[in-house]
């Protein structure tokens, strides 16, 4: 409706009959003889390109989009979505959230405080031109970008044995037996007695 009423209020402007009147008038000048140069055609054959060769019995020409949705909040949040006439859909929200962030100072001091960012979290649906079905949803947030499938491939779960160390028994060798003779019971000085 506003762009309704200025739209007539600037037709009603340039309808007005205008009251102003310049006062410089241009200098006309007389039209001269002018002659255009002529330029020779030039000396390579301009490339020729086949039309693209499209097959006929392509089954994708007739995919149009059967329903579309976009909606857009004051509060940063939105949703949008589609699907198709092959039945490949797609939705995605996202929503605006306090979160902890990084924040610098005028000196480039970095500083831990709540932020405004983005959540995302959404879905997508289509067949491949096998007929098998696909399905993807994921989240994006704070910790990251998790998206999951049964098509997407999964890391192997290897179960680790930890080494055990090798046990060695060794006998340590017997040391002669040797007689036990007392030296000394003191020590005065710098010797011992």
């Not at 929200?93 to 979160?99: A, G, I, R």
């Given at each position: ?15 007005a ?6 006062e ?28 693209p ?6 089954k994708y ?13 004051l509060?940063?949040?939105s ?7 092959d ?5 995605e ?7 902890q ?7 480039g ?10 959540t995302?979290k ?15 949803t ?10 999951k499938?049964?098509?997407?491939p ?9 080494p ?20 000394g019971l ?8």
């Open positions: 409706m506003k762009l309704f009423v200025i739209a007539a209020v600037l037709a009603v402007a340039a309808a009959p205008s009251s102003y009147k310049p410089y008038k241009a200098p006309a000048y007389a039209a001269q003889a002018y002659a255009a140069p002529s330029y020779s055609a030039p000396a390579y054959a301009a490339p020729a390109y086949a039309a060769a499209y097959a006929k019995d392509n020409a007739g995919i149009t989009i059967t329903s579309q949705s976009d909606e857009r909040n509060d940063g949040s949703q949008w979505s589609y699907a198709q006439s039945y490949t859909t797609r939705e929200s996202q929503v605006q959230k306090k979160m962030g990084v924040a610098y100072d005028s000196y001091k970095a500083t831990y405080e709540d932020v405004m960012g983005n995302n959404g879905s997508s649906y289509w067949v491949s031109p096998e007929g098998e079905k696909f399905t993807l994921w989240v994006a947030d704070e910790q990251g970008f998790k998206p499938g049964d098509h997407l999964v890391a192997p779960v290897h179960v680790y044995e930890l055990v160390a090798p046990v060695h028994e060794y006998e340590l060798p017997v040391a002669p037996a040797l007689p036990y003779k007392r030296t003191g020590y005065s000085g710098n010797s011992y007695y």
